[in-house]
């Protein structure tokens, strides 16, 4: 590290050369040039970011511009560019001046340039740069005023040649240090100078402005960088592949079994073999069960395993595989096949072949687990460039099967579906456990009868240029049944998940203002919402643009620490779980721990970029940040969950790190494991408690908590039919997840879903999907009105907590004769209809209308049941009883729980387990066990109180209701949002019970028998 101090402020002039005047004429021409301005005398300096100035941050190299003085620098403008260049103390990094630019423009193509004195030569054997910028937008907040300016590296070559190197757009505000290694043919052309800065696209009309300090040229080092091992992955990599970093003691607990993503068989009964007919030179692999014969029949050929034929009680269905195999560079000479040998029902075959002069082999094993062919592919060397999957031939009446939840990115994943003479469903699943690729891709397309499904994985180059041996395992798998074709999720279930589930979910989204959120939930509170789990983002860290990330001091201008430690400590106060926001994908330069080689890279060498402002860290470093930070954050604030952002959110894929001085370099592998170690970490330090954001959340099911019940894609669950067996079937078994998720990101794309006539239904159908998708609820926002707030939590509080971390035993479909298997709907598209009928194994049925359009009436023990648009029923034997249906045709909600008896009559009255009111009226025992607690939502112009007709336990809120009703006298006292005691409420004995007159401005009336 070079201490500021030390840098002399005259160096530029030292390093000066010509430039031919040719070059400067033809600038002229075409340019207006302005000299640089002195810094202003009035002009008072600014905060250094203080994460720096705390950690005592110094510059970590020579820079060739230090801009402490730009005497004899110019600002050539172009294209109705405008603007000056100044020196200046405005904003700073150092306690050193920057430069200061003020720009404006006409067009697009309107630019201006920082130009030196002369050009300065640039030192040989550089490889990358480096300057600090000031920006003026976020790219969150599209602003047509400041538009994102490009800025680019000038540098002239040997030959005479200006080079326009672009490193970077503006899409941050304050500092952030820009990154880019630099092009090698144009460092070839040594000696190299530097010419000045362009910023391009400066449309806007009024003045905006840029900084720049400490531009650095240097080169990066190609030494291996050191980390911790971390413990040996949960089975074992195929022989000779690396596992990365994961060497070291210990194992992690995923993937959970050898078998990993293979599919679940449903029957029970059934036998494999692997069958040779030497006069056909054929291969069969038999699947025999009670529910059906399958075949696979290989002939392995010179340069492929050739297509493999499919049959389904022995008629043939399709053809797949075709054109599968290891892809390179260009074709491979002399392939031929070397060896085919079959032991233990495995089939292995060997393929030789040349590319230019050297020598490539391929290796395959196929084998067949239930009804699955699995197949590996090993080609060492670093040769190929990818495996493609093939594609399925032959395919009968095909349809492809979108999975909610299930995604590469924005691409959901599918399920092909043939409504043939002979139906069935076939899928093609990476082993994402095993894969030693860069990143999966995915071509989901019917052509006639042929049908691409999923597609392949890709081999990038590391940064050093090499690629990564191929070590891979496909699943193709061909079922007569829907759920047989989903890939199994081998993690280990949320560790706490079954508690988690019994509490609904809030995001305060900040908070901007510690005590407007308090007050905001002391009045939640009021309203009986108890069980609730609230996160914070990451605000409570920063109060502009610093780090929000590797921090453990909260924002200063909130009140720093101890702000948020009494902030925490009220939220917790009301009996709720309280979380703060982390998370280790994040990485800005601006903080205290800041280390360039921390910071993943990309083939290129170029830094991977996060959230703007940030890059992405190494996951190595993530996993040893988050081992050092977490247990300090919960310890100096108390917290008992919190929200790990982002790591969920991004695929691996999308943050392997390409950088060949670390461990498993070019493997989405290597992150992938990472994060689910860190996420695994973060459950134990918060309680058990850890969320995270979602999107990949597949891969990640069980690793944390529970994730938000989100895609970014443009599948939209309001208007997809509900399909949600890879959740309820994989993901719901090992996670919590929140809601689908929040009301606005559901309905993204829904006009008017918000508007007053609407939202009551929009509620609807919001619960509705979060209840088939087996989710836990996110608590209704109170702008849409503390009714719809109130109606998500009592609607879902005591369902969730029933039918969390439960596999269904059934999902059927109803039709207007009664229920369908999900595979009879899908092949008949009785499944667009959305009404769906789940079983879980404790006996809760359930049943929800996702239908827009359409009511649902069904018989269920002797009663008839008509579920309007988005309504449900739920039954639990005797227990516990939830409809959201229409009753003499109005529309009525109702919960009957040991906890609590909820009605909201939407204006119409009901009278359900002794309650009776028209309006949204929440039950509960009274504190202590004796007497009852009353909520009045909204709408209540009475409260009935009679004997229930059914008999419950003596702890059950219910009984406790035939109590007060049988009572020969009660008292009523009623109390405020706040907890004022407003006095006795009028109450009057009816025939079987009690009836109770509100109080104006009461919200809970305390109800004893005296």
């Known amino acids: 590290m070079i201490p500021r101090s030390s840098i002399a402020t005259g160096v530029l002039a030292a390093v000066f050369v010509f430039v031919s005047p040719c070059l400067l004429v033809a600038a002229e021409t075409s340019s207006t040039t302005i000299r640089a301005k002195p810094i202003p005398p009035d002009e008072s300096p600014g905060e250094r970011p203080y994460e720096m100035v705390l950690a005592n941050r110094r510059p970590p190299r020579m820079p060739l511009v230090d801009f402490d003085s730009l005497e004899g620098w110019t600002l050539e403008c172009a294209n109705g560019g405008e603007g000056e260049l100044l020196c200046s103390r405005k904003q700073r990094v150092w306690e050193s001046p920057v430069a200061r630019l003020v720009y404006r423009g006409k067009s697009a193509k309107s630019t201006v340039t920082l130009r030196p004195l002369k050009p300065i030569r640039i030192p040989d054997h550089v490889s990358a740069a ?256 990818e495996l493609s999957y093939g594609h399925i031939a032959g395919v009968e009446q095909p349809e492809l099967i979108i999975l909610p939840y299930l995604n590469y990115g924005g691409h959901h994943l599918n399920v092909l579906m043939s409504r043939g003479a002979k139906p069935f469903f076939a899928s093609v699943w990476m082993d994402w456990y095993r894969s030693n690729a860069s990143a999966p891709y995915a071509v989901d397309k019917i052509t006639s009868d042929q049908v691409r499904l999923n597609g392949g994985v890709r081999y990038s180059p590391k940064t050093d240029g090499e690629r990564n041996s191929l070590f891979e395992r496909v699943f193709v798998t061909f079922s007569p049944t829907f759920e047989e074709t989903l890939p199994t999720i081998a993690n280990p279930p949320a560790k706490r998940g079954k508690e988690a589930g019994t509490r609904l979910w809030q995001e305060s989204w900040g908070p901007k203002d510690y005590e407007r959120e308090r007050e905001r939930s002391r009045r939640l509170r009021a309203y009986g919402i108890e069980m609730l789990t609230q996160c914070n983002h990451e605000i409570t860290w920063r109060d502009g643009g610093e780090s929000f990330t590797f921090r453990t001091m909260a924002a200063p201008g909130k009140g720093g620490d101890e702000a948020l430690q009494r902030y925490v400590q009220a939220q917790r106060s009301l009996g709720w779980r309280s979380g703060l926001y982390t998370n280790y994908c994040d990485f800005a330069p601006v903080n205290a721990y ?134 309820l079937l994989k993901m719901h078994p090992l996670s919590v997840d929140i809601g689908v998720p929040w009301t606005s990101q559901f309905f993204s794309g829904k006009e008017g879903w918000n508007k007053p006539e609407n939202i009551e239904s929009s509620i609807d159908q919001f619960i509705a999907a979060t209840i088939a998708y087996g989710h836990i609820g996110w608590l209704v926002e109170e702008t849409h009105g503390i009714r719809q707030t109130c109606r998500s939590y009592y609607m879902l509080q005591q369902l969730q907590r029933r039918y969390v971390m439960l596999t269904p035993e059934e999902i059927q479909y109803g039709t207007k004769t009664g229920m369908l298997s999900s595979s009879a709907a899908l092949l008949n598209s009785e499944w667009k209809k959305s009404r769906l009928f789940i079983r879980y194994p404790n006996s809760l049925q359930i049943w929800i209308n996702g239908n827009a359009e359409e009511e649902w009436e069904f018989d269920h023990g002797g009663v008839t049941h008509v579920l309007p648009p988005y309504g449900w029923l739920a039954i639990q034997s005797d227990e516990f009883y939830e409809s959201s249906e229409l009753l003499n045709g109005k529309h009525c909600d109702r919960v009957s729980s040991a906890e609590y008896v909820f009605i909201d009559g939407r204006g119409s009255l009901f009278t359900f387990d002794g309650i009776a009111t028209s309006g949204s009226l929440a039950v509960r025992r009274a504190k202590g066990g004796s007497g009852l607690s009353a909520i009045t939502v909204e709408g209540v112009g009475g409260i009935g109180i009679t004997s229930p007709k059914r008999t419950f336990g003596p702890e059950d809120v219910r009984t406790e209701i035939g109590r007060v009703a049988e009572a020969n006298r009660i008292s009523v006292r009623a109390f405020d949002q706040d907890g004022k005691n407003l006095g006795a409420a009028p109450v009057s004995k009816i025939h079987s019970g009690w009836k109770i007159q509100p109080r104006e401005g009461a919200l809970r009336y305390k109800i004893r028998i005296e």
């Open 130 to 385: 480096t300057v600090w910028i000031y920006g003026n937008n976020w790219s969150w907040v599209p602003d047509r005023t400041t538009p994102q300016v490009r800025v680019s590296l000038l540098l002239h070559d040997a030959e005479g040649k200006t080079h326009a190197v672009d490193i970077t757009r503006v899409r941050w505000k304050e500092w952030w240090l820009v990154h880019k290694v630099l092009p090698e043919d144009i460092l070839a052309k040594a000696p190299v100078d530097f010419a000045g800065i362009r910023v391009g696209g400066c449309a806007n009309e009024d003045n905006r402005e840029l900084y720049f300090e400490d531009l650095a040229f240097f080169r990066e080092s190609p030494e291996p960088l050191s980390f911790a091992p971390r413990p040996k992955r949960g089975i074992d990599p195929f022989p000779g592949q690396s596992p990365g970093a994961n060497r070291g003691p210990g194992r992690l607990p995923f993937p959970t079994s050898e078998e990993t993503i293979l599919p679940e068989n449903l029957a029970s009964t059934f036998t494999t073999k692997l069958a040779h007919s030497e006069a056909e030179d054929l291969y069969r692999f038999v699947y025999e069960g009670s529910d059906a014969v399958l075949e696979y029949e290989v002939r392995p050929g010179d340069t492929d395993w050739g297509p493999v034929r499919v049959k389904l009680g022995g008629v043939a269905v399709a053809e797949a595989l075709v054109g599968a195999g290891p892809v390179f560079p260009k074709e491979l000479r002399n392939l031929r096949l070397m060896r085919v040998t079959a032991k233990d029902d495995v089939l292995s075959v060997l393929w030789r072949g040349l590319l230019d002069e050297d020598v490539v082999f391929v290796e395959s094993d196929m084998r067949l687990m239930q009804k699955s062919l699995v197949v590996d592919y090993i080609c060492r060397g670093g040769f190929a460039t």
């Open 594 to 727: 800041w280390d360039v080689d921390m910071v993943m890279r990309r083939p290129s060498g170029d830094l991977v970029t996060a959230w703007p402002r940030c890059y992405s860290p190494k996951a190595l470093f993530a996993v040893e940040m988050d081992r050092k930070l977490a247990p300090l954050i919960q310890e100096k604030f108390d917290t008992n969950a919190a929200y790990t952002d982002v790591h969920t959110a991004v695929s691996p894929w999308d943050r392997a790190d390409y950088d060949a001085r670390v461990p498993g370099a070019g493997t989405f592998a290597a992150t992938f494991y990472a994060y689910g170690e860190l996420l695994l970490h973060d459950q134990d330090v918060y309680d058990g408690h850890c969320w995270s954001e979602g999107n990949h959340q597949w891969l990640y099911a069980g690793l944390c908590t529970g994730n938000y019940g989100l895609a970014y894609s443009d599948l939209r669950l309001w208007k997809y039919p509900y399909l949600p067996h890879f959740d």
